[in-house]
């Protein structure tokens, strides 16, 4: 039951970090986008299909985790799945394209990084179902989805970033708020990625039990 709890609270944490970030790229003008636009004939309909994929990936992984439904709907959980996978594999694909854009190197390895263990981890789960190996597909789809809530960690963790840089500047800011900001949002997504994974490999550990 307190597991329960806490996915739903997940679910409703995730979706209210996640909606104010897509909502400007759904109004489908460049002039909205929180990322720098260099071509809006190439990489503005690029991202905003990765966005679109990535929401419905977020939406259907979290039902896929729902034990009523995985247990006795399976024809649902089967449904559901293929959805995911495909826009997992669909918006990780549109994410490998959209990197190229992104003028900052720390940032662009970040988002690599994310993308490749994404697609990876996704084709481990889906190849393990098709196996009927279900303890592997368990793991691995776990592994999956935590790469997929990065979306949701690697933004919570801006503002304690924030602070982290503050501190070991000495309760500083040396290059002034501008050059904080800078650093702090190239780097999130790694600290969100190696975050997430190690969560991920202690709740799987931990479930084994
Ligand atoms: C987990 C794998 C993911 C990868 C590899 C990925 C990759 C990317 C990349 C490369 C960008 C462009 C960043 C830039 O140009 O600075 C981006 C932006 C964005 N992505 Fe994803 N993404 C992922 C998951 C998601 C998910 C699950 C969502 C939402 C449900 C999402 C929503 C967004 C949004 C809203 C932006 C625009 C950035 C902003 O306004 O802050 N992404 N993503």
Known sequence: MKL??????????SLGVIIPFVAPYLTLDPANSRVPINSTAIQFPLLVAHIVFACVALISGFFQFIERIRIH????HRYLGRIYVS???????????VVFYIENFT???????LSLTWLFTTW????????????EHRKWMIRSFGVTLVAVSGRILVP?????????????LPGGREKMIEDVLNIN?????????????????????
């Open 160 to 172: 304690v970033l924030f602070l982290t840089y503050y501190i070991l500047n000495g309760f500083s």
């Open 189 to 209: 997504i790694w600290v969100g990625l190696v975050l997430n994974l190690i969560i991920v490999e202690w709740v799987i550990l931990k479930s084994k039990k």
């Open 73 to 76: 709907k399976p024809k649902i």
């Open 87 to 97: 826009s997992v594999f669909i918006s990780g694909l549109l994410a490998l394209a």
């Open 4 to 13: 329960k709890k806490s996915w739903w609270l997940l679910v409703i944490v």
């Open 124 to 135: 481990k789960g889906y190849r393990a179902a098709v196996r009927t190996s279900f303890d």
């Open 107 to 113: 940032k662009t390895t970040a988002f690599l990084a």
